[in-house]
């Protein structure tokens, strides 16, 4: 390929790319399957690696997330985002709409309606079609700049679509998690280790108020836009005249307005839809908090204008909250499989949003101290989508002279050995605590871990208070006949428990068993980078830090954590005895046992420049033959490929002394293996 022939095909596949961004991200209606945008994406990719000239802020491949920020920058709002009054009931919204139509002097007006989400208001602005900046409403005056987190939010067009562009412009709305996402993100964080978030809206406002957007990256975040700041247009006489205008446009525009918003003709339709939605607020894929009513006529609007807080043309009719006032009779601690000793409120069961609640989680032991729980006292709980309820406040007033406070135990209550404070987290300092150790092989045989379907918790839980397991290890030197000693195991299920667990033994790669594992911080995507990058358990045990930090995903707290977790006497044995009974997944994910014999198996790949066959092809082999293929060059890279043009990485793979191969070198490896 020629310069200009790249720069066309760069430019080309930048635009596939959002385009099929927009396809799946907005429209919900994705044209090609996640194979082929994987494809278009790497090719993108390898030509940008190459071609550093091309850079742009702007294509796709930024939005994985690019390098950290030092701080946050203030950011000052051209106009003022402004706040909405609210109105508790449908009484509050007849009143709002009176003085609406003493102010226009007209008996009723047009109302637009949509959902209020419930997560962080930011800006987003435009010139000439592209996006430069994005700031949060801060005070509605000044925000902070989070530019680098917004453009890693995949349903926020980075360039205007249409032919109608604007020169300049600024739009308004809600960075938000659907319940789904934020279930599954609830998970993984779980399965890490780390930290698990209230509610939707707190996983938001914390993923967009981080330094580094590789972490809003992987965070499932949306953009809903509700309204606009400034709009220059590029043709003279165009104009919108109405919020639906607004809304309409910004939806040719690329971005994705919130679901169920419409045009109400009258103030009762309006009062109709508050009632409506409050009804099915609860399968909304999204949490919401209300609905926002703003006069559909933008000249009616201006107007009326706006107090010194909030606009006098729109309202928040609010939902009644999901919360209610009950009894904390006691704090029981529950211990995790990192081994964190969570307090669980026992509450007097009463009745919220459709379930009766008896339980709700304190959090931690700071959460306690700073809120001054104390038991017998009358608490404030909520409940919200999907998440566990939660204390929020204590009723003072109502504090009886018998309300005890709460000694957070410095003691492990199920092993009695010391407890620790670790931040936020008091931990057992028990490596072999019994509850983690339950809680260690539920992970293990769990979907995050080695998935061995068949194996149920409930049993795991039996077996480990039977100490017949005591590590995850035992699970395959269990035999059928010390399962079929439990009542209530019949000989099919303990068939179908031994056969998981065999499947699991012959065919699990390496990177499911390091996820298994459960170390803290390494979720499936770090097991996977480590699979990919090392031959075995081992081999990872054997690195040093600093060494684990040159990988991709592994920053110091990671490498922190395999460092510690693989220097542990108690992992060092049972290391040994994964090898002893034959579990030993190696050779990264694709490395099966047919390829050893293959050259290329262990081996680890780079390919770099202009190559007779696509780079995802050359990636495949390699995996077929049991090797694996990275992007970043590191000591880990045992083949470089240099095509055609091959720039900066052979530099680099010279200066670290890697062994450079070109194409034909390659195929002549490959004719070794076959
Ligand atoms: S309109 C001048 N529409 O609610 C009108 N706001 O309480 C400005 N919000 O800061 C807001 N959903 O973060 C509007 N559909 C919606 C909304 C919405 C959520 C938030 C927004 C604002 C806050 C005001």
């Not at 998935?451 to 017949?468: F, H, Q, T």
Request: hydrophobic share 40%; charged share 30%; proline share 5%.
């Amino acid at each position: 390929m020629t310069v200009s022939d790249v720069e066309k095909r760069v430019v080309l596949l930048r635009e596939k790319i959002e385009h099929h961004n927009h396809c799946y991200y907005v429209l919900d209606a994705p044209e090609i399957s996640d194979a082929e945008y994987d494809e278009l994406f790497r090719e993108l990719v390898a030509l940008e690696d190459e071609h550093p000239h091309l850079d742009d802020p702007n294509s796709p491949s930024k939005r994985v997330g690019g390098e950290p920020a030092e701080g946050f920058t203030p950011y000052e709002h051209a106009l003022r985002m402004y706040s909405l009054d609210n109105a508790m009931n449908l009484d509050e919204w007849f009143a709002f709409t009176d003085r609406v139509s003493r102010g226009l002097n007209r008996e009723d007006a047009e109302y637009w309606t949509d959902p209020k989400m419930d997560g962080l208001a930011v800006e987003v602005i435009y010139e000439k079609g592209m996006f430069v900046r994005a700031a949060t409403r801060g005070d509605g005056l000044v925000g902070e700049d989070v530019t680098h987190n917004m453009r890693t939010v995949m349903n926020l067009p980075l360039k205007l679509r249409g032919s109608n562009i604007p020169n300049l412009l600024e739009v308004r709305g809600e960075v938000v998690m659907s319940n789904s996402d934020f279930a599954a993100l609830n998970e993984r964080q779980r399965n890490a280790g780390d930290k698990v978030f209230a509610n939707p809206r707190n996983a938001s406002a914390g993923s967009i108020r981080q330094l580094d957007p590789k972490v809003a990256a992987a965070r499932p975040l949306r953009f809903m836009g509700y309204g606009i700041g400034r709009v220059e247009w590029a043709m003279p006489m165009f104009a919108w005249s109405s919020q639906k205008e607004i809304m309409d446009g910004l939806k040719e525009l690329g971005f994705s307005i919130p679901p169920e918003a419409k045009l109400c003709k009258t103030r009762q339709e309006v009062a109709d839809y508050f009632e409506e939605l409050m009804v099915r607020r609860e399968s909304l894929s999204f949490e919401i908090d209300g609905v926002v009513a703003k006069l559909n006529n933008l000249d009616q609007q201006k107007a009326l204008g706006f107090t010194s807080r909030a606009p006098r043309w729109a309202l928040a009719l609010k939902f009644p909250a999901h919360q209610t006032k009950t009894k904390l009779k006691d704090i029981r601690i529950q211990v995790g499989r990192t081994g964190v000793l969570t307090p669980v409120a026992e509450l007097e069961p009463v009745p919220l949003a459709g379930v009766v609640v008896s339980n709700a989680t304190l959090h931690n032991k700071g959460y306690i101290e700073e809120r001054d729980f104390r038991i017998g006292d009358t608490v404030l709980i909520q409940r919200a989508g999907d998440v566990i309820p939660q204390v929020l406040s204590v009723d003072i007033d109502a504090r009886p002279d018998t309300a005890e406070v709460y000694e957070f135990p410095l003691v492990c209550p199920v092993c009695k050995s010391d407890a620790r404070e670790d931040g936020e987290a008091v931990r057992c300092t028990n490596e072999v605590c019994p509850a983690k150790t339950v809680q260690r092989i539920i992970h293990f045989v769990s979907k995050a871990g080695l998935d061995m379907e068949g194996v149920g918790k409930k049993w795991v839980e039996r077996l480990a208070i039977d100490e017949v397991l005591v590590s995850p290890v035992d699970l395959f030197t269990l035999e059928k006949t010390a399962l079929l000693k439990y009542e209530g195991m019949g000989d099919k299920s303990a068939a179908k428990f031994i056969a998981a667990v065999a499947k699991a033994k012959e065919e699990a790669p390496l990177w499911r068993l390091i996820a298994a594992l459960g170390i803290r911080h390494v979720g499936e995507q770090t097991a996977r980078t480590l699979a990919n990058n090392f031959e075995d358990l081992e081999a990872i045990g054997k690195e040093t830090r600093e060494a684990l930090q040159e990988l991709d995903d592994i920053g110091p707290i990671v490498a922190d954590s395999l460092w510690d977790y693989f220097q542990s006497d108690t992992t060092k044995e049972m290391l040994e005895r994964f090898k002893a009974v034959g579990f030993w997944p190696t050779g990264g994910e694709n490395g099966s046992e047919q390829s050893k014999d293959s050259p290329l198996a262990g081996k680890v790949f780079i390919f770099t420049g202009t190559l007779p066959i696509k780079r995802n092809e050359a990636h495949a082999i390699v995996e077929e033959h049991g090797g694996s293929a990275v992007k970043s060059i590191s000591k880990k890279v045992d083949y470089v490929v240099a095509g055609e043009k091959a720039g900066s990485k052979v530099a680099k793979a010279e200066k670290l002394g890697l062994e450079i191969i070109d194409f034909e070198g390659f195929q002549e490896l490959l004719q070794k293996a076959e």
